[in-house]
């Protein structure tokens, strides 16, 4: 497709290669100014095509790319973003390096991410209610989940546990309430950050069953549950990546799955459902590009990833970390997702009357 050149170069008199090419003017004449004017104009006006359309005609990628994880190392976000990110080095030819930014329950990383140069070589690979949430929570997060961002692909789905120590003697979701509501204020929960997904959903328990306890948020999963173990909290909600082998070495006690079915490598674990408190929550994590990032950029990245979840090699270390249930949307299918997100998240902060900082 020909570049437009602008309005006053296609008027039917303008000076065309041919005519010029017939007349053969003297070099120092007027029509060889303005051909050598034409000349520089072109240069000009190729100058001003975007850099998106002119990243979108190149290979991609040319170079390595930064995938950012707005939590530290040792987390369940962390473990997948690496699988994730060895596979799409594997597949495209060039590293996908993991780059933790954690800080605020991920709004550092994720606003460092949303003000990148849209072209495609910083990524973000976040955990669902870290992204949406924080928006809801804070009066300047840096951010806009549904304006800033490319969604590019959904890597898994699924629920979070609800844990306890060992050293409370509970065995059952029923049991803790009981026990707890004995003890208003005297029992702890942690958390990976205020507004978190652990923490909303705990909130959204503790009102509904009319508990006090008190909320000891961290700066990050992995940090929760350590305490967790060694007894310094009582309860949390955690994903299975972090929990299942410890509960299945007794360290921990899982009392119920916040997910509408129970987890496959834990089947004894009732859902919240069937526990006597309705409470369906998910989380799911993905891979997003900055606003702005060409389409050709973001296409390729959710076709290779997609095909990526259907590897056998790929689904084995994904299933280790407890993440079975693996959707393949497509970019505007995952933005729905987001989209729908956005309304539950705030209808479940409204619920709790938290207010924006």
């Known amino acids: 497709m020909p570049l437009p050149l602008g309005p006053h170069l296609d008027r039917p008199n303008a000076v065309t290669s041919s005519s010029l090419k017939a007349r053969r003017p003297a070099a120092n004449g007027p029509t060889h100014a303005l051909a050598h004017g034409l000349a520089a104009l072109l240069g000009f006006c190729s100058s001003l095509v975007p850099t998106a359309q002119v990243a979108a005609a190149v290979p991609y990628p040319q170079r390595p790319v930064t995938v950012v994880v707005p939590a530290s190392p040792g987390g369940g976000t962390d473990a997948v973003a690496r699988v994730m990110a060895e596979a799409l080095s594997r597949a495209l030819g060039q590293p996908f390096v993991v780059q933790n930014q954690p800080g605020a329950n991920g709004l550092l990383g994720n606003a460092w991410v949303a003000r990148a140069q849209p072209d495609g070589y910083r990524l ?66 942690c958390s990976w950050g205020q507004g978190s997904g652990g923490h909303l959903a705990m909130a959204s328990l503790l009102q509904d069953a009319r508990l006090d306890l008190v909320h000891v948020p961290y700066k990050s999963s992995a940090a929760c549950v350590n305490d967790l173990l060694g007894g310094q909290v009582g309860a949390a909600f955690a994903d299975a990546t972090l929990a299942l082998v410890p509960v299945r070495e007794g360290r921990l006690r899982a009392l119920a799955v916040s997910a509408e079915e129970r987890l496959p490598a834990l089947p004894q674990v009732p859902t919240m459902n069937e526990s006597g408190h309705p409470f369906t929550a998910y989380s799911w994590m993905g891979l997003f590009a900055p606003a702005g990032t060409p389409a050709a950029i973001v296409k390729q990245l959710n076709s290779v990833l997609n095909r990526c979840l259907q590897q ?3 689904r084995q270390r994904l299933a280790a970390l407890q993440l079975t249930e693996l959707p393949t949307l497509t970019p505007a299918q995952f933005k729905a997702t987001l989209e729908q997100d956005m309304v539950e998240w705030a209808r479940v902060v409204h619920k709790l009357g938290l207010q924006p900082e």
């Open 124 to 189: 973000l690979f976040t955990y669902g209610a870290t992204l949406m949430v924080n928006p809801l929570l804070y009066r300047h997060p840096g951010y806009d989940p549904l304006r800033d961002f490319e969604p590019v692909a959904q890597i898994g789905r699924g629920g979070t546990l609800l844990l306890v120590s060992t050293r409370l003697p509970v065995h059952t979701l029923d049991e803790f309430v009981r026990y707890a509501r004995r003890r208003p204020n005297q029992l702890s929960y």
């Open 312 to 314: 056998p090699a790929v």
